[in-house]
């Protein structure tokens, strides 16, 4: 089983920018379709970013489309958010997941591991 430890939240202005890291370990994070979710105050728990096996098949939802970028560098075992543009309704605690499908699913309980979570806040 693959664990996951994200990093790299933090307070930002509306605008900003911030990259967020998923470090992997126990397995190499190139088996798994990857993903971030991001759970807001009072909101589910939200699809964000998946990347497929290869690196190289991407999905994204909706509201972060153009100014988010998932990315993967397979050396250090790890998953990486880009996030551009950012608004306060970005605001939320963001997690990296992991699954062994070949599908990148945009449903939480499809994925088997999950980091612990990293939060991001943009004031206005």
């Known amino acids: 089983q693959v664990q996951l430890v994200e990093s790299g939240g933090g307070l930002v202005q509306a605008g900003g920018s911030l990259r967020l890291s998923c470090a992997a370990s126990?397995?190499?994070?190139?088996?798994?379709?990857m993903a971030w979710f991001r759970q807001g105050p009072g909101k589910e728990r939200e699809f964000v970013a998946g990347?497929?096996?290869?690196?190289?098949?991407?999905k994204y939802a909706d509201s972060v489309k153009g100014r988010f970028t998932i990315s993967r560098d397979n050396a250090e075992n790890t998953v990486y958010l880009e996030m551009n543009s950012l608004k306060p309704d970005d605001t939320a605690v963001y997690y990296c997941?992991?699954?062994?499908?070949?599908?990148?699913?945009?449903?939480?309980?499809?994925?088997?591991?999950w980091g612990r979570g990293t939060q991001v806040t943009v004031s206005s």
């Open positions: 126990g397995r190499t994070s190139s088996n798994y379709v």
């Open positions: 990347l497929g096996r290869g690196g190289v098949i991407t």
């Open positions: 997941a992991a699954t062994e499908s070949v599908v990148i699913f945009t449903t939480a309980r499809l994925y088997n591991a």
